[in-house]
């Protein structure tokens, strides 16, 4: 999966999580003040996510850095996806 499937991807997650679309997603948009996700969001967005991308999350792995911004989160997949995928 390309960074391009994976904003897709993740687009798509938000616009389900929000219950509103999100027409344009801009790597430097902030999950938490642009977007408006708060912290029962992001566990269900990562729930949708895991379905959407098939992505195995480990909580360990998590700090508040990964949902600072879209390209933040969209680095987390995309290092997620690859670890998966050499395993």
């Known amino acids: 999966m390309d960074r391009a499937e994976i904003l897709v991807g993740l687009r798509s997650s938000l616009s389900e999580v929000l ?7 801009r790597e430097d948009a902030r999950l938490f003040e642009d ?28 700090g508040p850095a990964v949902f600072s911004t879209v390209a933040s989160l969209g680095d987390y997949i995309e290092a997620a996806l690859a670890k998966t995928a050499k395993a």
């Open 19 to 25: 219950n509103r679309e999100v027409p344009e997603l």
């Open 35 to 62: 977007l408006a996700l708060d912290s029962t969001s992001v566990i269900e967005l990562l729930m949708v996510l895991e379905d959407t991308v098939g992505l195995e999350i480990d909580p360990e792995e998590l």
